[in-house]
């Protein structure tokens, strides 16, 4: 069981997102445990079915570590067997791998072909700015004479659905994909100039994110595994200090408005990192398309932190800008603060979604 919180005397100044939990929600409910810089990593073995949990003071980046431990030790049990291990049970490992610094609400499961979609993901931070994703998890696969990722599966069905569920959810349609364990993958993808065994680089990749936009060229050029691993980064990486994202160039740089250039620009914390990370993968992709820019650009309301984006496409088949940044949100929503309180999640979310996770950053 999760131990009581304590806050030091330096945490005793609440964030805003933990005024809007107290204002939405009543007074009783106490703020969100104050996760700091990342620390040496701490396992505690937790008398539920012995599963290590790591400590509530832990900072997220040390929890999305253990997360990916969790989801190898699933992964090396079936290959030690001579079996397959599956999407849905390795999700949910990594989350609760990651409990309780990441708190997740799981919901009847849907039909994966009709939904398109595993998780919503949100990314939180003390200011009260959010993040939003919308998951799906894949796997790579062994065949005889190739490594593959299928997402084209059900014929397209379940990717289109992804998209259409991320653009009415407003979050970016994002993949997990699960790679295996190292030495099931047998130094195949490494980060590294030289492959090492074993290698942490490639144990890190094990539970890796890629947008969903990224992957339109490996679909319709059945070169799907090769993106999948070349343009995804770890899981572990979008909280790791260590990973800065120092500027952004992008065909639309002279066009843009001054709040998004300064974003693409400068180094970002909390939400606006998680955000500025991914979307660096996207525009990584833009840079090697030869169309320009259109210097128009399309209104997105009050609830997305940038108000206009620009409409360029380059060769997606999809506005890039929105479908990244209309997740990077001033607020949550409010059925992010039901989660975090305890407090069911209106059916119109839940039919659509198998659960919601939300991360400190």
């Known amino acids: ?17 933990d005024l809007l939990i107290r204002q939405r929600h009543g007074q009783s409910k106490a703020p969100w445990p104050h996760y700091g810089r990342r620390q040496g990593l701490s396992l505690v073995v937790s008398v539920w079915n012995s599963f290590i949990m790591i400590p509530s003071d832990a900072s997220v980046a040390d929890a999305l570590q253990a997360a990916r431990i969790a989801a190898e030790g699933h992964m090396a ?9 599956y999407e849905v049970p390795v999700t949910q490992i990594v989350l609760a791998g ?24 949100w990314w939180l931070d003390d200011s009260g700015e959010a993040f939003g994703m919308l998951v799906q998890a894949k796997r790579l696969l062994r065949k ?3 490594w593959d990722v299928d997402f084209d599966f059900n014929k397209g069905a379940q990717r289109r ?18 790679e295996g364990t190292s030495e099931w993958r047998g ?24 947008p969903a936009i990224v992957t339109d060229f ?27 994202i120092r500027q952004i160039w992008d065909s639309n740089l002279k066009d843009l408005e001054p709040d998004l250039a300064q974003f693409l620009f400068e180094p970002q914390v909390g939400a606006r990192r998680v955000a500025q990370i991914v979307f660096e993968k996207v525009t990584k992709v833009r840079r090697g398309q030869f169309s320009g820019p259109t210097g128009t650009k399309v209104e997105r309301g009050t609830e997305p932190i940038f108000a206009k984006l620009p409409d360029d496409y380059g060769h997606f088949n999809r506005q890039y800008y929105p479908e990244i940044l209309d997740g ?3 607020e949550a929503p409010d059925y992010v603060l039901d989660v975090l309180t305890d407090v069911e999640v209106p059916e119109a979310i839940r039919s659509r979604v198998a659960g919601i996770a939300v991360f400190s950053c």
């Open 1 to 17: 069981m999760r131990g009581p919180v304590t806050h030091s005397c330096q945490e005793a100044t609440l964030s805003r997102r």
């Open 77 to 85: 049990a079936f290959e030690a067997a001579g079996d397959t291990w």
């Open 98 to 121: 990651a409990f309780p610094v990441v708190k997740f609400a799981t919901f009847t499961q849907n039909e994966e072909a009709t939904t398109g979609s595993d998780w919503l993901w």
């Open 144 to 146: 005889p004479s190739k």
């Open 161 to 178: 659905a992804l998209i259409e569920t991320g653009r009415n959810l407003k979050v970016a349609p994002m993949y997990a994909i699960y």
């Open 187 to 210: 130094g195949a993808f490494c980060r590294q100039k030289e492959h090492s065994n074993p290698c942490e680089s490639c144990r890190r990749s094990t539970v890796s994110l890629v």
């Open 218 to 244: 490996a679909v319709e050029h059945d070169v799907q595994v090769s993106i999948a691993m070349d343009e995804s980064l770890p899981l572990e990486s979008i909280a790791d200090p260590d990973v800065i």
């Open 328 to 330: 990077l949100r001033r």
